[in-house]
């Protein structure tokens, strides 16, 4: 079947410094499949913070970038400086939009990231 | 303004009580979905309905049923709950029936016990 997975569940880090939390993500599907980042502040729903549905393409959100490598089956999320109002829980997701996945999304467990003033 | 809104936030029910959880859209959003959320895991679907009366099973399923009975709204019900299906709610909603667009409500975290 289709997974996603995220190794950190938390990850600490201080104002202005930059960040990564990793993704990776399986799939049985031959089509490529969609690969997003959601994000859920304290309270909030998720929201849809960047999407790529072309293999090699590049997302970009709020000064979030994720490069989506099919090689490495990777949607890693990036940042060059954080702020503290980035703290919140980061989701990775992977959608197959064909057959019997047609509009089903795969989540990661989450990533919360605190950072630090 | 393009909202998912779920009723209750909060919820404490006794094992073996009935739970209804209710969500509505109103930007006419063709499928609609359930998810799960339990500490450690990912989302995971419970249904995704196509349309009014077109409901399909997610992976979990299994002590839940939904009803779509207009486009704007999708319950989700569980007859008997067990302690079990203390969670997270989260309901959805997409334009079509792919994976490009989904709007998240807030969720409903129930607890049973």
């Known amino acids: 079947g289709d997974s996603v997975t995220q190794t950190e569940g938390q990850v600490t880090v201080s104002e202005s410094k930059s960040l990564i939390i990793n993704c990776t993500y399986s799939?049985?599907?031959?089509?490529?499949?969609?690969l997003f980042w959601y994000v859920r502040y304290p309270g909030e729903g998720l929201q849809l913070l960047l999407k790529?549905?072309?293999?090699?393409q590049k997302g970009s959100s709020r000064g979030f970038e994720a490069t989506y490598n099919k090689e490495t089956t990777s949607f890693h999320l990036q940042k060059a400086s954080v702020q503290e109002s980035d703290s919140a829980v980061y989701y990775c997701?992977?959608?197959?939009?064909?057959?019997?996945?047609?509009?089903?999304?795969?989540f990661g467990a989450g990533t919360q990231l605190i950072v630090i003033p | 303004d393009m909202k998912v809104t779920q009723m209750p936030r909060y919820l404490i029910k006794r094992m073996g009580e009935n739970v209804l959880l209710e969500c509505g859209q109103d930007?006419?959003?063709?499928?609609m979905y359930w998810y799960r959320q339990d500490p450690g895991l990912g989302l995971q679907l419970i249904y995704i309905?196509?349309?009014?009366?077109?409901?399909s099973e997610g992976d979990i399923p299994k002590g839940y049923r939904v009803s779509r009975k207009k486009r704007e709204h999708f319950s989700l019900i569980l007859d008997s709950a067990k302690t079990n299906q203390t969670s997270v709610y989260f309901c959805?909603?997409?334009?079509?029936?792919?994976?490009?667009?989904?709007?998240f409500g807030k969720g409903t975290r129930l607890t049973v016990v």
């Open positions: 959805a909603s997409s334009w079509d029936r792919g994976t490009a667009e989904v709007f």
């Open positions: 799939t049985t599907s031959i089509a490529y499949p969609n």
């Open positions: 790529v549905i072309t293999a090699g």
């Open positions: 997701a992977l959608g197959v939009d064909r057959g019997s996945a047609l509009g089903r999304l795969h």
């Open positions: 930007m006419s959003h063709e499928t």
């Open positions: 309905s196509y349309d009014v009366d077109s409901n």
